[in-house]
């Protein structure tokens, strides 16, 4: 079975400093992983996948994970936040066919000026 | 690219009207396309999975006579909440996958019934 743990509900940083949210999963396979932000009243827009390629994934704005399979971890980071990066972050990993999502619980990040 | 829309992003309607809801996906050909329901401050719940030209596949709990979808072709699906009651208000979002594992979500249609 598959599942997504955000080991925290709510991050609170201020402006320019480091991001870390972690996620960790938990899967019978390799799965794919993906984390995905969601502004207020919209829908969930993609900010990177790991698809058992490359370990450190880059995606947009300035964010990347790594995956670490022995911590079953894929932790979310980026060196230094900006306002605009104050949303919900969701970290998903997929079924094993590939055709179902498993959500994490989301984490609310806040950025203080 | 993989861009996905739903309209109307949304709808007022009075409790026992009908209200529908389109997804789709403008770049690409989406092979399956899932609809979630979303409540404030929590996660996404998938109510439902449809592929192009045959029936969803509902969730448990989720009722599919009152939750419609139609999955008409590769780029269009709908979702109509059928006699709507209050306890329906919610954020709907769909998304949408092509042949990979990816899934394009949408801006998402808020529903609120009277």
């Known amino acids: 079975a598959q599942s997504v743990t955000q080991l925290d509900s709510h991050v609170s940083v201020s402006e320019g400093t480091p991001v870390l949210l972690r996620c960790n999963y938990s899967?019978?396979?390799?799965?794919?992983l993906f984390w995905y932000v969601q502004h207020p009243n919209k829908g969930l827009q993609l900010l990177l996948k790991?698809?058992?390629?490359?370990?450190l994934v880059k995606g947009i704005n300035g964010f990347e994970a790594e995956f670490k399979k022995s911590e079953t971890s894929f932790h979310l980071t980026k060196p230094s936040a900006h306002m605009s990066d104050a949303a919900e972050y969701f970290c998903?990993?997929?079924?094993?066919?590939?055709?179902?999502?498993?959500f994490g619980t989301g984490t609310s990040l806040t950025v203080i000026p | 690219g993989a861009v996905v829309s739903q309209h109307p992003s949304r709808v007022i309607c009075k409790s026992g009207t009908s209200v529908k809801i389109e997804c789709r996906s403008l770049?690409?050909?989406?092979?399956?396309m899932f609809w979630y329901r979303q409540f404030p401050k929590q996660s996404l719940m998938l109510m439902a999975t449809?592929?192009?030209?045959?029936?969803?596949?509902?969730e448990q709990g989720v009722e599919k006579d009152k939750f419609l979808i139609n999955h008409a072709s590769l780029t269009l699906s709908t979702l109509t909440v059928t006699s709507a009651h209050p306890e329906d208000s919610s954020f709907y979002i769909c998304?949408?996958?092509?042949?990979?594992?990816?899934?394009?979500f949408g801006p998402g249609t808020r529903l609120l019934v009277l």
């Open positions: 998304s949408a996958r092509d042949w990979g594992e990816t899934q394009y």
């Open positions: 899967s019978s396979y390799s799965p794919s």
């Open positions: 790991y698809t058992s390629a490359a370990t």
């Open positions: 998903v990993v997929s079924g094993n066919t590939g055709n179902q999502f498993y």
């Open positions: 449809s592929n192009e030209g045959s029936k969803a596949t509902y």
């Open positions: 770049d690409f050909q989406a092979t399956t």
